[in-house]
């Protein structure tokens, strides 16, 4: 009678360890035996598949194994194409091949058989044992060789529908199109780990995976994420740069403005890229000096003041304590200002005034250290030492003078009140200047003086020359 190698087999096993009395005897009256093996074999991926069948594919253990007089023979099994007739045909492309190039040291492979790939006794959770030859190539999907493979089958190996295990969307290459799943294998190639594919960008990105630095940027992961490579969705730049303040951030609302985010490191786009209609001439053309010299892109601040480089004898330039470098330097990209009508820009009315003094037209004549540090104008007898005042109290010029046009803007009588003592109440006396002269010494009014006006004196009442006039013309009563 036929056994079925059920539940019931393995119970008694456990119980026994045998099947005797089970399986029919053999001629002599002895009892076939069954291999203690069997306890291993049960639970094999091969024996587990065949007795898992139900119906009218169950199978018994003498379905496969020879039980005769002589017992139970576990090595003699029927062939599996008495079963398997429409797999009896396999497309292995190592089938009694050739293994190796050279002829002198390749080797001739024999053919291979069901077992070759079916591991019957193995106790792994598959039925194929691809790993056995493909180890080493095969990192993912080792137990899943069946969703590409198709031994028995036309083409040999077929395209795989990641997405019936892979729940993913993908957006990559022109046009940032959702991309259908079988061209997963772009990036990553079969067998190996997702981490791979991360190393692929180059394949198609060479030119710009080149240009990535070492020391931040290493891989497109560290900006893009896995499966999104739109740039919409690549990470901000201030996500890790934070501390980089753009200047003047409405118009450089990106940092991509200036910097190629492949080649973060080059140099960044020039301003007259954008800014075409300015061309310094400040800072000089000296190297290193460029419009970064006086706007800092990243620093958060406008433009540097001109104090910042410009000193004068270790003080801030200046001109004036209300006047500042844009009173001057109109525009600021033009470098230096022209000088004539410069200072006539503010000082409209000591220029008006120096058009009528040949000698004052120069401002820096008397105002040293124009245009940004003026210093007081130097006396006036410093060019003028022939008309050093005589007169006592007449020491400053600009008592008389106007400085700019040297006017007389003083009279005498500004300063002399009226009505002057003795003789000079004398009509004929009235004109200072006929005796005075304010850059002579005081007239001593002798003889000579007087009789400049007093030519002839009358001998009646000047019967001998006078020796000093004043002596009896009072000019002002005695203290």
């Known amino acids: 009678m036929k056994l079925r190698c059920g539940a019931l087999l393995f119970g008694l096993l456990a119980g026994c360890g045998s099947l005797e009395g089970l399986l029919p005897g053999p001629h002599d009256g002895g009892h076939a035996k069954v291999p203690g093996t069997y306890l291993d074999a049960r639970f094999s991926a091969g024996h587990r598949t065949h007795l898992a069948l139900e119906g009218e594919k169950q199978l018994q253990c003498a379905d ?3 039980v005769s007089d002589a017992g139970f023979r576990a090595g003699a099994v029927k ?5 398997h007739r429409k797999q009896q045909e396999h497309h292995h492309p190592l089938d009694g091949g050739v293994l190796g190039d050279d002829p002198a040291t390749a080797v001739t492979l ?7 790939c079916h591991l019957f006794r193995s106790q792994g959770p598959g039925r194929w044992g691809c790993v056995r030859c493909h180890k080493e190539q095969v990192e993912v999907h080792w137990d899943r060789c069946g969703s590409c493979h198709r031994p028995h089958g036309t083409p040999f190996t077929r395209a795989a529908d990641c997405g019936q295990c892979h729940d993913v969307t993908v957006k990559h290459g022109k046009g940032e199109k959702h991309l259908v799943a079988d061209t997963c294998m772009t990036c990553h190639p079969h067998h190996t780990k997702a981490a791979v594919a991360a190393s692929r960008c180059s394949s198609c990105h060479e030119q710009k995976q080149a240009a990535l630095f070492p020391k931040g940027h290493e891989g497109c992961g560290t900006c893009h994420s896995n499966h999104t490579f739109t740039s919409a969705s690549a990470k901000s730049c201030s996500s890790c740069h934070a501390k980089h303040p753009v200047l003047a951030p409405d118009a450089h609302p990106a940092c991509t403005s200036c910097h190629n985010p492949h080649a973060a490191r080059a140099a960044p786009k020039s301003c007259e890229s954008c800014h ?15 419009c970064t010299g006086c706007h800092p892109p990243h620093a958060g601040i406008t433009a540097k003041t001109c104090g910042d480089c410009h000193k004068f004898e270790s003080t801030p330039v200046v001109h004036a304590k209300t006047t500042s470098c844009a009173d001057c330097h109109k525009e600021p990209h033009a470098g230096k200002p022209s000088r004539a009508g410069l200072c006539e820009s503010c000082h409209k009315d000591q220029h008006a005034l120096v058009k009528l003094n ?8 008397c105002h040293k250290g124009l245009p940004h540090a003026p210093q007081p104008p130097p006396a006036c007898l410093s060019c003028h030492a022939k008309q050093e005042p005589a007169q006592k109290g007449h ?3 600009d008592s008389c003078h106007q400085s700019h046009s040297a006017q007389v ?3 005498c009588t500004d300063c002399h009140d009226k009505p002057l003592p003795g003789l000079h109440g004398v009509k004929k006396h009235q004109q200072c200047d006929s005796c005075h002269r304010p850059h002579l010494p005081q007239p001593g009014f002798g003889p000579q003086s007087c009789q400049s006006c007093h030519k002839e004196l009358s001998k009646k009442s000047h019967p001998t020359p006078p020796q000093q006039c004043v002596s009896c013309h009072l000019f002002s009563p005695p203290k």
């Open 110 to 116: 024999p053919p291979m058989t069901c077992m070759s």
């Open 395 to 397: 020491t400053a010029c």
């Open 358 to 365: 040949k000698g004052h037209a120069k401002c820096d004549d």
């Open 409 to 411: 803007i003083k009279r």
């Open 276 to 290: 075409t209609k300015v061309h310094p001439q400040h800072p000089f053309p000296v190297a290193g000096q460029t």
């Open 64 to 66: 496969c194994h020879f």
């Open 79 to 83: 062939p599996c194409v008495e079963c």
